[in-house]
């Protein structure tokens, strides 16, 4: 099993920043792609940004969050992070962490539970 653990949502005023944090374990020998997804109350869930690293690096962002959210990675800690600025109340979501690879037992296709994200005044 991967297991992934997220941390570093919450409540936040428009304008303001959130960075989340997700860590993956287990018995991986490789990630190759980690991302972020969101789901809206009555939405289905969508793409938020994800970074691939198997031959460089590459990132795709969704066209709302481009310009305002930011992924990274540090592969030494198998952490992924989203730093998240002018967030917007349509920003609100619950936020996943998804971790594709391939682990001793073969491919992996993990999902993290989920750390809500809340942007009201």
């Known amino acids: 099993q991967v297991q992934l653990r997220e941390s570093g949502g919450g409540l936040v005023q428009p304008g303001g920043s959130l960075r989340l944090s997700c860590s993956a374990s287990?018995?991986?020998?490789?990630?190759?792609?980690m991302g972020w997804y969101r789901r809206s109350p009555g939405k289905e869930r969508e793409l938020v940004a994800s970074?691939?690293?198997?031959?460089?690096?590459?990132?795709i962002y969704a066209d709302s969050v481009k310009g305002r959210f930011t992924i990274s990675r540090d592969n030494g800690k198998s952490t992924v992070y989203l730093q998240m600025n002018g967030l917007k109340p349509e920003d609100t979501a619950v936020y996943y962490c998804?971790?594709?690879?391939?682990?001793?037992?073969?491919?992996?296709?993990?999902w993290g539970q989920g750390t809500q994200v809340t942007v009201t005044s």
């Open positions: 287990g018995t991986i020998i490789s990630i190759n792609t």
């Open positions: 970074i691939t690293t198997t031959s460089g690096v590459s990132t």
């Open positions: 998804n971790a594709i690879g391939l682990a001793v037992w073969g491919r992996y296709d993990s």
